[in-house]
């Protein structure tokens, strides 16, 4: 980019349109001298060179102020794609962190024997977890552990239909595998079951009749 058009981007449509009508005029006043010096006083020649130079010079505006507003749309563009690398650059990293955190909490799911041994490995991956939850807060990795909320399916993925007569239809159950958003976007759903309606008993009056 050159020197004159870096110059455009920092100045004002104001500023602008001033250079522009500064450079008509001093346009129109050279046609003058011109006109004057070789003796061609024609009132509608200096007429139609003035009005070429005049929207020469539109044109020119027109071109800067066009300019200007690729530039502006450009920055705007840039700026985005930034913040965007910055809240969601992490997402790739994060989701190869999730199948580890996955391992651990499946672990001490596991660790249920009363050994001073397994106690301990219990105790360490619970430490573990925690620091994982510390690690994830400060980059705004937020747990979604949806059970007993209504099912969302832009949040939640439905592995398997429960009845159930405690809870609500297309109520959350149980989670399989909890989920995660990063900066308020989806980064992984949560693995759940989901309540339905129980099963209708068949009629007792129609069980005596085929009986």
Request: a negative charge.
């Amino acid at each position: 980019m050159s020197h004159q058009q870096s110059s455009h981007e920092q100045q004002s449509d104001a500023e602008l349109i001033a250079e522009v009508l500064e450079q008509t005029k001093e346009a129109g006043e050279d046609l003058v001298s011109e006109a004057a010096e070789t003796g061609e006083v024609s009132i509608e020649s200096l007429r139609q060179q003035l009005e070429q130079a005049q929207q020469q010079a539109a044109a020119n505006l027109d071109k800067a102020l066009r300019v200007q507003a690729d530039m502006e749309n450009l920055k705007k563009r840039v700026q985005k794609d930034l913040d965007d690398e910055r809240k969601y650059g992490l997402a790739k990293f994060a989701k190869e962190l999730l199948s580890v955190l996955d391992s651990l909490e499946l672990g001490v799911q596991a660790a249920t024997a009363d050994s001073p041994e397994v106690a301990k490995l219990r105790e360490g991956s619970v430490l573990t977890i925690k620091q994982f939850e510390s690690v994830f807060a400060k980059f705004n990795i937020e747990v979604l552990d949806p059970t007993g909320q209504a099912f969302n399916p832009e949040l939640h993925q439905a592995m398997a239909m429960q009845p159930s007569a405690s809870a609500e239809p297309n109520t959350v159950l149980n989670v399989f595998q909890k989920g995660y958003i990063l900066n308020g976007r989806l980064l992984r759903p949560a693995m759940v079951v989901v309540a339905k309606a129980e099963d209708k008993p068949a009629d007792s009056a129609k069980v005596d009749e085929q009986a």
